[in-house]
T-cell receptor, first 113, second 109 residues
Framework: NAGVTQTPKFQVLKTGQSMTLQCAQDMNHNSMYWYRQDPGMGLRLIYYSASEGTTDKGEVPNGYNVSRLNKREFSLRLESAAPSQTSVYFC????????????FGSGTRLTVV | GQQLNQSPQSMFIQEGEDVSMNCTSSSIFNTWLWYKQDPGEGPVLLIALYKAGELTSNGRLTAQFGITRKDSFLNISASIPSDVGIYFCAGQRSQKLVFGQGTRLTINP
């Protein structure tokens, strides 16, 4: 019962470096999401993929790109990391339209120095 | 920007006390949900509410979907140490979830 798996769990980047956060789910979910969590801000949606082959911007997409590689995998890329992107990143998945069925990964803690 | 206003932002209580937190919005949601996040983990769903006025319980947790569809509250009765964590409200909009800022609950034994 892996659910949603995120890698890596921790990462430190220098300003300007790039990296890709990986997310995979094994529940046959259609929809996948990337959120960031900052103190006092709750979780804010970065990008989502309603189904394989589609991606859309969320509330805070600037500085990020995503790829829905297949039904299982949804990656988040930072092309040129900035200190403002220091955050905890969560991936989630669900069956289409079933908001009560969101399953979250355990998060990636990213620090940009 | 943030569309859900959750309060209080933090609570410090004694074990055994009851807890109440709420969430308000300037716009209507069709579904309200409450999540709990343990340290180092992702949020986990506690209660989902689908109808205005609905009152739902899950053990010591009780949540209500406001009549106006713009608010919800969560009560925890007789708190225990494992209730420590961050609680988030979330509303459904266009098949996506919008989250509140979270309420951090700390319990003194």
């Amino acid at each position: 019962n892996a659910g949603v798996t995120q890698t890596p769990k921790f990462q430190v980047l220098k300003t300007g470096q790039s990296m890709t956060l990986q997310c995979a789910q094994d529940m046959n979910h259609n929809s996948m999401y990337w959120y960031r969590q900052d103190p006092g801000m709750g979780l804010r949606l970065i990008y989502y993929s309603a189904s394989e082959g589609t991606t859309d911007k969320g509330e805070v997409p600037n500085g990020y790109n995503v790829s829905r590689l297949n039904k299982r995998e949804f990656s988040l890329r930072l092309e040129s990391a900035a200190p403002s992107q220091t955050s905890v990143y969560f991936c989630a998945s669900s069956f289409s339209g079933e908001v009560y069925g969101y399953t979250f990964g355990s998060g990636t803690r990213l620090t940009v120095v | 920007g943030q569309q859900l206003n959750q309060s209080p932002q933090s609570m410090f209580i004694q074990e055994g006390e009851d807890v109440s937190m709420n969430c308000t919005s300037s716009s209507i949601f069709n579904t309200w949900l409450w999540y709990k996040q343990d340290p180092g983990e992702g949020p986990v769903l506690l209660i989902a509410l689908y109808k205005a006025g609905e009152l739902t319980s899950n053990g010591r947790l009780t949540a209500q979907f406001g009549i106006t569809r713009k608010d919800s509250f969560l009560n925890i009765s007789a708190s225990i140490p494992s209730d420590v964590g961050i609680y988030f409200c979330a509303g459904q909009r266009s098949q996506k979830l919008v989250f509140g800022q979270g309420t951090r609950l700390t319990i003194n034994p």
